[in-house]
């Protein structure tokens, strides 16, 4: 797609990007932050409210940018763990940003620990054969401003849920990146989304609470590991050799075993932190014991957490999970090496699954009321 939004999204610029902006209209360098202040701290939701601005400031500004650049279609609450927000973009395209609670003991859900999960691009062209977001392809990348709208959009959503969420910055413990799309593949927007997260005139988010995720691109993961920022990673397994590895997810031919546990090594000894191992159980895939123990090598070497997700099915592909039996023997392999394995067993809640899902089939539904638009 070659055309461009006409506005570019405010939350995609950094304090520098704003005062560059700002100086060229021959204003002074503390409006910069004054107008990222109204942004994030505030929550402004149009340029009106920003009353501390003269008015041809604010015209200027309503002209030049657009302050939020995702527009919620839908919120889908569900009583459970569960908040889904669907998110339109200005080509119509949509994404999704899930909520996930994680309901503690003996306090109201207000006080559950959440994590966010958000997307990095409409679609994905990395082709794994399970999933629901790379079933059409990529259609496009995000821009960085449209990454961070997804968490200003769980801010105004929580805003308006918890009295906790309007005292707070970001209300939200943790963020993984692990909705739609391959976020290394989307690199150079990625980290800037995640340097506006984290910056104190953003929503002062820390890098050790966001998890980058992904299906294994080993030179980017040696990028990574050397940005300032320390962030955290997960990378997809879903296979514990080439054999298996390959026929599900086909970056394994350009990124074979060899290659990618390396890279991940080196990150994690560059951070000290243990990368997690995602590994989605598939019956008669994937979830052999002598995957088991396969994985089991890899997980020591590396010295990794895993996280076992029996898969979720999705509607059109073949796959499914095996037996809550099966899934536990699998995980024991791994528990009596002494590994930290986590396995999730309720249903449909997955952080993974959670994402994709219902874009998937209000994409669908739209095609079936306009066809072809
Ligand atoms: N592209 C990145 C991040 C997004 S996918 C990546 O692949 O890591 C996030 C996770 O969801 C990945 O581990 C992916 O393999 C997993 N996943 C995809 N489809 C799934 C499904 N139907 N059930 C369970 N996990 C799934
Ligand atoms: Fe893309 Fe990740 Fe899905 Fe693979 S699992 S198609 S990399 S979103």
């Known amino acids: 797609m070659t055309q461009e939004p006409a506005r570019r999204p405010l939350t995609g610029e950094t304090l520098e990007?704003?005062?560059?902006?700002?100086?060229?209209?021959?204003?002074?360098?503390?409006?910069?932050?004054?107008?990222?202040?109204?942004?994030?701290?505030?929550?402004?939701?149009s340029w009106d409210e920003m009353t501390n601005l003269p008015k041809a400031l604010r015209a200027w500004l309503g002209e030049t940018f657009c302050?939020?650049?995702?527009?919620?279609?839908?919120?889908?609450?569900?009583?459970?763990?569960?908040?889904?927000?669907?998110?339109?973009?200005?080509?119509?395209?949509?994404?999704?940003?899930?909520?996930?609670?994680?309901?503690?003991?003996?306090?109201?859900?207000?006080?559950?620990?959440?994590?966010?999960?958000?997307?990095?691009?409409?679609?994905?062209?990395?082709?794994?054969?399970?999933?629901?977001?790379?079933?059409?392809?990529?259609?496009?990348?995000?821009?960085?401003?449209?990454?961070?709208?997804?968490?200003?959009?769980?801010?105004?959503?929580?805003?308006?849920?918890?009295?906790?969420?309007?005292?707070?910055?970001?209300?939200?413990?943790?963020?993984?990146?692990?909705?739609?799309?391959?976020?290394?593949?989307?690199?150079d927007a990625l980290i800037r989304a995640l340097t506006i997260v984290n910056a104190e005139w953003g929503l002062g988010f820390g890098a050790?609470?966001?998890?980058?995720?992904?299906?294994?691109?080993?030179?980017?993961?040696?990028?990574?590991?050397?940005?300032?920022?320390?962030?955290?990673?997960a990378v997809s397994l879903h296979g514990a050799t080439d054999e298996v590895r390959g026929r599900i997810m086909p970056v394994n031919k350009a990124y074979p075993l060899a290659k990618l546990l390396p890279a991940v090594k080196a990150f994690t000894e560059r951070h000290g932190r243990m990368a997690t191992l995602e590994f989605i159980l598939i019956e008669d895939v994937n979830d052999s014991l002598e995957q088991a123990r396969a994985l089991r090598a890899i997980a020591l070497d590396l010295h990794a957490h895993v996280n076992l997700i029996p898969y979720n099915s999705v509607e059109g592909l073949p796959w499914r999970r095996p037996d809550a039996m099966r899934q536990q023997a699998f995980a024991e392999v791994l528990r009596k090496a002494g590994i930290s394995v986590t396995l999730r067993r309720e249903k449909g809640h997955d952080i993974a699954a959670a994402c994709g899902q219902l874009r998937l089939k209000t994409e669908r539904e739209r095609a079936a009321v306009a066809p072809g638009g």
């Open 67 to 187: 302050l939020m650049p995702a527009s919620l279609v839908l919120n889908r609450h569900s009583a459970d763990v569960t908040d889904k927000l669907l998110l339109e973009l200005w080509d119509k395209s949509l994404i999704e940003t899930v909520i996930i609670r994680a309901p503690q003991e003996g306090v109201g859900v207000e006080h559950s620990r959440k994590t966010i999960c958000i997307s990095t691009q409409v679609g994905c062209a990395m082709g794994c054969v399970f999933c629901a977001s790379g079933l059409a392809g990529l259609r496009r990348d995000l821009s960085a401003g449209e990454i961070v709208a997804q968490l200003l959009q769980v801010c105004y959503a929580e805003d308006l849920r918890t009295p906790r969420a309007r005292a707070e910055l970001a209300s939200f413990d943790n963020i993984v990146v692990m909705g739609m799309g391959e976020p290394l593949a989307n690199y």
């Open 17 to 45: 990007s704003l005062r560059v902006a700002l100086a060229g209209r021959g204003e002074k360098e503390f409006r910069a932050r004054q107008i990222l202040e109204w942004v994030y701290k505030r929550r402004a939701r």
């Open 208 to 233: 050790r609470r966001i998890t980058v995720s992904t299906s294994g691109l080993a030179p980017k993961i040696e990028r990574l590991a050397g940005e300032p920022l320390g962030f955290r990673l």
